[in-house]
């Protein structure tokens, strides 16, 4: 499954399988059978290192569904200088892993997040044109990594609310480095749930940065729980992508409030399968 905003075809969907996201009542071994039974074209993870990379290739495999993404950076900060060669490393061992379970993407960030979404520390006498000259830099040379194993790479601005200190925190800030890089092989998420958090507006923010998107993250605010449950107007933002065409993947990254049966009937009401 490309990451690219491709017109002409369905929206590719994706489920995120991590514990506590959909199919969350299952092992982790039966989520990819389940997402596949539910309609999704794929299913994405957070961190392989802690996941078995055979079984799960096996288990996609065995499903017929694509494991199309997971976290790709996570060695350094790709704003301080001095872990240029570390951010490098961390997406070199990420791309063998991608390729071990066929998937065609990795996301990667500005910041090394750690458990409990803890931001890694830089050179406090970076300044904010420094760090940017930096992260310029080092996503240029994922780039050419992206385009050795003819993968794309997904620069994700988070929010800074629940993981402060992130430097890339809203997609205007993402999309300045997208253009900057200007390589087919970084493309940039869209997240409604983390852009809500720091700030909202988020049609007139999708607008500009549409034609540079190769995902876009549904969840609704707060909680991170399926859509139509919070204050994100969903109705409004899935005929927004229908007029602008969108036609990349959307990832249902949404925590059920109650049951993943009831999320899935909230995301068929705002994207439904055949749109």
């Avoid at 490098?88 to 991608?98: F, K």
């Avoid at 992508?241 to 036609?247: G, H």
Wanted: hydrophobic share 45%; glycine share 8%; net charge negative.
């Amino acid at each position: 499954m490309s990451a690219d905003n491709v017109k002409g075809g369905p929206n590719k969907r994706a489920a995120c399988i991590e514990d506590g996201f959909l199919f969350k009542e299952l092992r982790f071994e039966e989520r990819f059978a389940a997402a596949k039974a539910a309609g999704f074209d794929s299913v994405e993870l957070w961190s392989w290192r802690e996941r078995d990379l055979d079984a799960v290739a096996g288990r996609a495999q065995a499903a017929g569904i694509e494991v199309s993404c997971f976290i790709g950076a996570d060695k350094g900060s790709a704003i301080d200088p001095a872990d240029h060669d570390l951010y490098l490393t961390g997406v070199r061992e990420s791309v063998a892993a991608a390729k071990h379970v066929g998937a065609p993407s990795i996301y990667i960030f500005s910041d090394e997040i750690g458990p409990g979404g803890v931001i890694k520390p830089v050179n406090p006498a970076l300044t904010r044109r420094q760090k940017v000259a930096s992260l310029t830099r080092t996503i240029s040379a994922a780039a050419d990594l992206a385009a050795e194993a003819g993968m794309t790479f997904l620069l994700e601005p988070v929010n800074s609310v629940y993981v402060p200190g992130y430097f890339l925190d809203t997609v205007g800030a993402a999309l300045e480095v997208v253009k900057a890089v200007g390589r087919p092989e970084i493309r940039l998420v869209y997240d409604f749930y983390h852009q809500q958090l720091v700030g909202g507006n988020l049609i007139q923010n999708l607008r500009p940065a549409l034609p540079h998107v190769g995902s876009i993250h549904v969840a609704d605010v707060p909680g991170r729980v399926e859509p139509g449950l919070g204050e994100i107007n969903f109705t409004t933002l899935a005929r927004e992508m229908r007029s602008l065409d969108y036609r990349g993947t959307i990832l249902f990254e949404c925590n059920p409030s109650s049951s993943t049966a009831e999320a899935l009937r909230a995301i068929e009401k705002y994207f439904p399968i055949k749109a």
